[in-house]
């Protein structure tokens, strides 16, 4: 059977989210931000339809920076899957992409969704840098001593956490990444400069981190710190929480071997995340 892809539209986002609300054990997140999404004028919804114009598909393609585009959302219904939709939307969004002046697409997989990556090693993509996703309660640890704690950072400090942050392995194996929640693209002496303006760079003498609070969580999207140094940057993480109003901390890390055992050695649940990459 024939499908055509076209632009989401606001009445779509009811037939959208009945057959989404079940896909993964714990629900889906389409539901919740279908609505915004189709409001954001730097990205492009898209659905598969066929004669009776009901969305069966679904994706979203995003312009993070002049020349940095990012794939997600992609969905298709359990009664059309293995149509072609998927690669067919895929392709549809870095051709909106390339279009204004994309020069490279990405999305996000985890590491254990095979089926997924196959598709999109197929579709030209290729791994670039593997990831984690921790999450944790919010509970706090012990009481560090005021001089080891994460506080606000200065310009000044913005400043010195790029230079050590742009020789580390975090920035290598990362591939000079930044998380922007669940959307990849390359970090920039700016997001350290708007973090400080905003209060969401922190400093202590471990290291350095960017969290944010977009809800009752607390996300951490980027960090700057060394091998001996991380396990007292996650325990000032920990720390910091006191004073803050959230249930859940998670952090987006590079997959080094080093971060990853220092954050299950501060209690944080970790699940790989593989990130694709190709030039459009």
Same mark, same amino acid.
């Given at each position: 059977?024939?499908?055509?892809?076209?632009?989401?539209?606001?009445?779509?986002?009811?037939?959208?989210?009945?057959?989404?609300?079940?896909?993964?054990?714990?629900?889906?997140?389409?539901?919740?931000?279908?609505?915004?999404?189709?409001?954001?004028?730097?990205?492009?919804?898209?659905?598969?339809?066929?004669?009776?114009?009901?969305?069966?598909?679904?994706?979203?393609?995003?312009?993070?920076? !002049?020349?940095?585009?990012?794939?997600? +959302?992609?969905?298709?219904?359990?009664?059309?899957?293995?149509?072609?939709?998927?690669?067919?939307?895929?392709?549809?969004?870095?051709?909106?992409?390339?279009?204004?002046?994309?020069?490279?697409?990405?999305?996000?997989?985890?590491?254990?969704?095979?089926?997924?990556?196959?598709?999109?090693?197929?579709? +030209?993509?290729?791994?670039?840098?593997?990831?984690?996703?921790?999450?944790?309660?919010?509970?706090?640890?012990?009481?560090?001593?005021?001089?080891?704690?994460?506080?606000?950072?200065?310009?000044?400090?913005?400043?010195?956490?790029?230079?050590?942050?742009?020789?580390?392995?975090?920035?290598?194996?990362?591939?000079?990444?930044?998380?922007?929640?669940?959307?990849?693209?390359?970090?920039?002496?700016?997001?350290?400069?708007?973090?400080?303006?905003?209060?969401?760079?922190?400093?202590? !003498?471990?290291?350095?981190?960017?969290?944010?609070? !977009?809800?009752?969580?607390?996300?951490?999207?980027?960090?700057?710190?060394?091998?001996?140094?991380?396990?007292?940057?996650?325990?000032?993480?920990?720390?910091?929480?006191?004073?803050?109003?959230?249930?859940?901390?998670?952090?987006?890390?590079?997959?080094?071997?080093?971060?990853?055992?220092?954050?299950?050695?501060?209690?944080?649940?970790?699940?790989?995340?593989?990130?694709?990459?190709?030039?459009?």
């Amino acid at each position: 059977m024939t499908f055509v892809i076209r632009p989401a539209r606001a009445e779509d986002v009811d037939v959208i989210a009945a057959w989404t609300k079940d896909t993964f054990s714990w629900g889906d997140y389409i539901p919740d931000v279908l609505p915004s999404w189709l409001e954001d004028k730097e990205s492009h919804v898209m659905v598969c339809v066929h004669e009776d114009d009901v969305p069966v598909a679904l994706s979203r393609a995003q312009l993070l920076s !002049p020349a940095e585009a990012f794939l997600s +959302g992609a969905r298709v219904h359990p009664d059309h899957r293995r149509s072609g939709m998927a690669t067919a939307m895929n392709d549809a969004g870095v051709r909106w992409a390339k279009d204004r002046g994309a020069r490279v697409a990405r999305l996000a997989i985890e590491e254990d969704n095979e089926a997924a990556r196959s598709q999109v090693v197929t579709a +030209g993509y290729r791994l670039t840098s593997r990831w984690v996703f921790a999450t944790s309660d919010a509970s706090t640890g012990s009481r560090m001593v005021p001089s080891q704690r994460l506080r606000p950072a200065t310009s000044a400090d913005a400043d010195a956490a790029w230079v050590f942050w742009s020789l580390s392995d975090l920035a290598r194996e990362g591939h000079e990444l930044i998380a922007k929640g669940w959307q990849w693209r390359r970090a920039t002496r700016q997001d350290l400069e708007d973090a400080v303006n905003d209060r969401s760079l922190y400093h202590s !003498p471990a290291g350095w981190l960017i969290a944010s609070q !977009p809800d009752e969580s607390m996300f951490v999207h980027w960090l700057a710190t060394t091998p001996t140094d991380a396990p007292l940057l996650f325990q000032g993480l920990r720390e910091l929480l006191r004073d803050e109003p959230v249930d859940t901390v998670r952090l987006m890390s590079p997959a080094t071997a080093w971060a990853v055992e220092a954050l299950q050695r501060e209690g944080f649940e970790v699940k790989p995340v593989l990130i694709y990459s190709k030039a459009v």
